[in-house]
């Protein structure tokens, strides 16, 4: 275990931290950039760097990454990772260790080189943000994708550039001119090199060094180019992580390209321009106080003594569990380009994240769910059968789902989905499921019991589950003490019983017996594969228990590329945990990690799916390719209609 102080030296130390630049600097380089949206990458780097290291923030840090790790499903995987996703194998502990004794500079190093580890884990459920730096999206005026022309998969940048680009504002698109940039010239360009090397191999390496999210490294390459997606309940176009990366790094891309109506390859220098995501600052002090210092949501609460934990008994609901990743880029989200808005008649359904459309044919219905975690968790249920209705009304007998860029959410949506497509009959709508069953958890499942807690204030009770004959478990029954032995690379990893979730009980929806189409008239595309957490538990559970058709489109030529991106069961947020840990009384207990000091999140992946296939291996770790493949062409990379009409 790290070394922890006590909360009242360590406030102390960070309060004297405050005070080192409580006054700006004769040339303060965070005043230089305040009030602006977008600025150049050297003048956020020369902020983000104004700040010291301070060892009492890397213990406080490190303190609560490691002993939230403690109930991390996945530690012990990553020793050795199976095949095909061996490039994630990582000794976590090690990597803690060489955080904790690396000398750094400045606050920034330290924070990035524990961002950047954790996000090369490749589960995006398991990441360190720091909002102090991860507050920035770096944009180049040059979103890339990766299509066939005239039989031949290439590189280039997108011909909607200039379209797309211009709907990010003129506040972006005047600081390229006043740099004398010709951006609109690179549109629909083939690029042959990306700083001197092959296209696709520098996409490996931003697919190996920043895009994270996924362990299959074929969706992380398809996370590299530009798509199509629905951020909130509005059609989008997503940078990509080559041109919009979280956090500022680079100050430009070297390309090599030749320009439409060309034949001469040139080598073009391209900026990229940092927008700024974050709270407001007029300098060095307040960027701190605003955008890094801990807030009132940093940390958890106790919810027993909250004021706002526990309403009445009668109208008391049980917490929502939670699968998603986190993509920055949708803070920062602009829409599609409206050539490429669907023109197909849209029907019920489609307010929110659900977009619902009758294609040509008359025959073929979509079902774009571009999220699984709507504003509203019982109107998303209402929207599927709105929509399935309208679909029968209007003589549908095929349907086509399209999950691009659908990064998870409610876990009991999820489920929903797939078991109002299967009909009721299908049984159980899930996946067996355990937590870990280490001291600190054993601890919280016996003081909850202990305490009363139930599943309106915890997700540790065990009412909040089922046996496997699917009867929910009292609230008084320890699931995880004793703990059930597992092995994972001949590590003892010991596991709390198996069960069942209790998705049935937030249903507001009659689920049909039947499915309302045929299952063989049932198909799934993502374009990317880039479908996460709840998003690939769905899709999982549709091929593992329907075998229904999944097509992927993109990727790198010769290489695989899974239908699934990372599949946990269940995601806590820091804030989640630190709750559980403070609402079962045990937050002064020796292994509890500390409240953090600095504003920011480490999430992890907290329970476990196992596969219906193999019930010895989590369903992440399940190699399932899709069905079908199919090359993007410049008609369908961002037009979802011209794909589903394809598809």
């Given at each position: 275990m790290l070394p922890l102080q006590s909360l009242a030296s360590l406030a102390a130390v960070v309060t004297s931290y405050h005070q080192a630049f409580a006054a700006p600097a004769p040339s303060d380089p965070c005043a230089a950039i305040a009030g602006k949206l977008f600025v150049l990458p050297a003048d956020v780097l020369a902020c983000e760097r104004s700040f010291p290291f301070n060892e009492t923030l890397r213990q406080n840090v490190l303190t609560t990454v490691s002993r939230v790790f403690d109930f991390y499903t996945f530690e012990n995987w990553y020793l050795d990772s199976p095949p095909p996703f061996q490039e994630s194998t990582n000794n976590i502990r090690a990597n803690l260790t060489r955080i904790n004794t690396t000398q750094y500079e400045t606050d920034y190093d330290f924070n990035i080189d524990l961002y950047d580890f954790t996000t090369q884990l490749n589960d995006g459920h398991t990441r360190w943000f720091t909002n102090c730096y991860t507050n920035w999206q770096n944009i180049l005026p040059a979103p890339f994708i990766n299509v066939e022309i005239n039989g031949t998969q290439g590189v280039y940048i997108a011909p909607d550039t200039v379209d797309f680009i211009s709907s990010i504002g003129t506040n972006y698109t005047d600081l390229l001119d006043e740099m004398g940039f010709d951006w609109q010239r690179l549109a629909g360009a083939q690029v042959t090199a990306l700083e001197g090397q092959d296209p696709y191999d520098y996409a490996d390496f931003v697919a190996d060094t920043v895009s994270g999210n996924f362990l299959d490294h074929g969706v992380r390459v398809n996370s590299v180019f530009s798509s199509y997606r629905i951020s909130g309940t509005d059609f989008s176009q997503r940078l990509g992580d080559l041109a919009g990366p979280t956090g500022v790094k680079q100050t430009s891309l070297e390309v090599k390209l030749i320009t439409v109506n060309s034949t001469t390859e040139e080598t073009v220098s391209i900026p990229y321009i940092a927008s700024f995501l974050g709270v407001a600052f007029t300098d060095q002090a307040s960027y701190w106080e605003n955008n890094c210092a801990a807030t009132p949501d940093t940390n958890g609460m106790d919810l027993r003594t909250s004021g706002s934990s526990r309403v009445s008994t009668a109208t008391a609901r049980r917490r929502l569990a939670q699968g998603n990743i986190i993509d920055?880029?949708?803070?920062?989200?602009?829409?599609?380009?409206?050539?490429?808005?669907?023109?197909?008649?849209?029907?019920?359904?489609?307010?929110?994240?659900?977009?619902?459309?009758?294609?040509?044919?008359?025959?073929?219905?979509?079902?774009?769910?571009?999220?699984?975690?709507?504003?509203?968790?019982?109107?998303?249920?209402?929207?599927?059968?709105?929509?399935?209705s309208a679909f029968?009304?209007?003589?549908?007998?095929?349907?086509?789902?399209?999950?691009?860029?659908?990064?998870g959410g409610f876990v009991c949506l999820g489920q929903f989905l797939f078991q109002y497509l299967a009909g009721s009959k299908i049984g159980y709508?899930?996946?067996?499921?355990?937590?870990?069953?280490?001291?600190?958890?054993?601890?919280?499942?016996?003081?909850?019991?202990?305490?009363?807690?139930?599943?309106?204030?915890?997700?540790?009770?065990?009412?909040?589950?089922?046996?496997?004959?699917d009867t929910e478990m009292p609230e008084s029954y320890n699931y995880?003490?004793?703990?059930?032995?597992?092995?994972?690379?001949?590590?003892?990893?010991?596991?709390?019983?198996?069960?069942?979730?209790t998705c049935q009980l937030s249903f507001t929806q009659t689920i049909p017996e039947d499915p309302p189409f045929l299952t063989e008239n049932v198909a799934i595309v993502k374009t990317l594969g880039n479908c996460a957490s709840t998003c690939a538990m769905f899709s999982t559970l549709m091929n593992e228990r329907l075998q229904t058709k999944i097509a992927v489109f993109g990727g790198k030529p010769g290489e695989n590329v899974e239908f699934k991106g990372m599949a946990g069961n269940q995601v806590l947020e820091w804030a989640d945990i630190d709750t559980e840990i403070k609402t079962a009384g045990l937050k002064d207990d020796h292994l509890a990690p500390p409240d953090l000091l600095v504003s920011g999140d480490f999430r992890h992946n907290w329970r476990t799916a196992w596969s219906w296939l193999n019930e010895s291996i989590p369903i992440a770790y399940l190699s399932e390719l899709p069905k079908i493949r199919f090359p993007y062409t410049l008609e369908t990379y961002n037009d979802p209609q011209n794909l589903w009409v394809f598809a």
């Open positions: 920055k880029s949708n803070d920062s989200a602009v829409g599609l380009p409206p050539q490429f808005i669907p023109t197909a008649p849209q029907i019920d359904g489609s307010e929110g994240v659900i977009k619902n459309f009758i294609l040509p044919d008359n025959q073929t219905g979509v079902m774009f769910v571009g999220s699984f975690e709507p504003d509203d968790f019982d109107q998303f249920q209402a929207d599927t059968v709105a929509a399935i029968q009304s209007a003589g549908i007998s095929r349907l086509l789902v399209d999950l691009t860029n659908n990064g709508p899930g996946f067996v499921s355990t937590n870990r069953a280490n001291p600190l958890a054993q601890k919280i499942v016996a003081a909850d019991i202990a305490l009363g807690n139930d599943d309106t204030i915890t997700f540790y009770s065990a009412d909040n589950w089922a046996f496997l004959n995880i003490d004793p703990s059930l032995p597992f092995t994972v690379n001949s590590v003892n990893e010991p596991t709390s019983q198996r069960f069942h979730d």
